[in-house]
């Protein structure tokens, strides 16, 4: 496989992982806005990112009215990512 191609779709996998973690950070605010969660975009949101969190909050129970399973669950998909940008660095550098 050329490497020109296999270093465009590790890119373009890094952008979506990039696109999600923006995306759980505005869904992670509207929980301070009850209007938003409960509009199609919130329910729309809720619907992909739920299923993200799930298991953290099943782990993490919220502290008072503070829910720290989704900073939980972002600092994950923090580490997720920077852990595909070493591997695919890695083999990247192997192919060159």
Do not use: C
């Amino acid at each position: 496989m050329d490497i020109g191609l296999l270093s465009t779709i590790f890119r373009f996998i890094l952008f979506l992982v990039q696109v999600y973690y923006i995306g759980m950070i505005v869904y992670f605010f509207t929980s301070w806005v009850p209007s938003i969660r409960e509009s199609k975009v919130g329910e729309f949101l809720g619907k992909i990112y739920e299923p993200f969190l799930e298991p953290f909050r099943k782990v993490i129970p919220p502290i008072g009215f503070i829910d720290i399973s989704s900073i939980a669950a972002i600092i994950v998909l923090v580490l997720f990512q920077r852990g595909l940008l070493m591997i695919f660095n890695i083999i990247l550098t192997h192919m060159a």
